[in-house]
């Protein structure tokens, strides 16, 4: 009986420890809370698109939450800030969400850089910087400029089986 009670005690104690960690990696990550809907943090996820507004993208993890989808984008390096292109890039996925998913709310976002989570809010002043900026892209190049002559930056990227200027 007493070996019986001093096994199960130490499957407990590794089951409380195994918990802290899973807990803590989750707050490191700042993960939201919710169901997994999407994933292209370890696994190739579909690009997703808005026709109404031109955008496309793929989003690191989205979960919901009762009525809410919450995107969350995960970014290398650290900032005390978030920074102007990576907000936009979520803007980007508050547009495709809506589109998409038109039962769902999609009130904010995640960006995490290795320091620091960032709430980046999705309201009216997120929304039209991003489509000013979407219209003066527009206004200036009839369609996307590949930057760069590296074949493996073509390969490595989510857009090479359709775009038009790919290297490969």
Known sequence: MTLFLLIL????FLSIIAIYFLLKAKRRFSIPSGKRIYQDLSSKGIIL?????GVSGKPDMIKRKHHNLIPFEYKSGNSDYPREGHVFQMAAYFLILEENYPKYKVPYGILKYNNRAFVIKNDAHTRDRLLYVLNEMRSQYAEPIRNHQSRVRCLHCS???????SLI
């Open 49 to 53: 698109r808005s026709e109404k507004y």
């Open 9 to 12: 005690f130490f499957v407990l």
């Open 159 to 165: 857009f090479n089986e359709i775009c038009e200027q």
